[in-house]
């Protein structure tokens, strides 16, 4: 079984452009989650989507938003980058309706110039 | 909402000493406490996890166990060995949903 894939892995944007990374999770898995990695914050966690719906956010500015496609495919995209949104950006998907393992992808590390 | 702590940020040990991690959380309606390890340079990587009906559960060197009246957690890992080198996260969730918020980190080194 494939694991969960994330592109692109690397960018480099600049400040004020916005960005949009995507998710691919494990066949057969409904629910996709979206965690902010930075060494200083830790994990934190962006939102939830569970077929196709926005099931939970968390504490992040309006300029983060995402969705899910009815493959269960997901993006995340933000708008109007600030350097601080310099971060590795993790996906991680799980097959249940309510908590459990979560896999994580590989990552898509942003660097904001 | 939900707070999760974690002690030591930063952890060494001699091979085959025990290594111990601390959490606390503070919504008592969180009910699922995952613990994930991640390596240098990769994905973070579910090691063991306990549901709040269970005290404490076993896989091999790993352990954890949970306290739900003061809300605190713990992984115990045994006969510590160098690859067990990494950084772990404890976690709690939040009702409904993959909602879950995590610890800062600790950074465990086994000095061989």
């Known amino acids: 079984k494939a694991g969960v894939t994330q592109t692109p892995r690397y960018l480099i944007k600049t400040r004020g452009q916005q960005v949009t990374l995507s998710c691919s999770p494990i066949?057969?898995?409904?629910?996709v989650s979206w965690y902010q990695q930075t060494p200083g914050q830790g994990l934190q966690f962006l939102f939830e989507?569970?077929?196709?719906?926005?099931?939970n956010k968390g504490n992040f500015p309006g300029r983060f938003s995402g969705r899910q496609f009815s493959n269960s495919r997901s993006e995340m995209n933000v708008s109007t980058l600030e350097l601080g949104d310099s971060a590795l950006y993790l996906c991680?998907?799980?097959?249940?309706?309510?908590?459990?393992?979560?896999?994580f992808g590989e990552g898509s590390r942003l660097t904001v110039l | 909402g939900e707070n999760v702590e974690q002690h030591p940020s930063t952890l060494s040990v001699q091979e085959g000493d025990s290594a111990v991690i601390k959490c606390t959380y503070s919504?008592?309606?969180?009910?699922?406490f995952p613990w994930y390890k991640q390596e240098l340079g990769k994905r973070p990587q579910l090691i063991i996890d306990?549901?709040?009906?269970?005290g404490e559960k076993k896989d091999q060197r790993i352990a954890v166990t949970l306290n739900k009246t003061a809300k605190h957690f713990s992984l115990h890992i045994t006969e510590t060995q160098p690859e067990d080198s990494a950084v772990y996260f404890c976690?709690?969730?939040?009702?409904?949903?993959?909602?879950?918020?995590f610890g800062p980190g600790t950074r465990l080194s086994v000095l061989p």
């Open positions: 991680a998907s799980n097959g249940l309706a309510g908590a459990g393992e979560l896999f």
């Open positions: 306990i549901r709040s009906n269970v």
């Open positions: 919504d008592s309606a969180s009910n699922y």
């Open positions: 066949s057969g898995h409904r629910s």
């Open positions: 976690a709690a969730s939040i009702p409904y949903g993959q909602n879950f918020v």
């Open positions: 989507y569970f077929s196709e719906t926005q099931r």
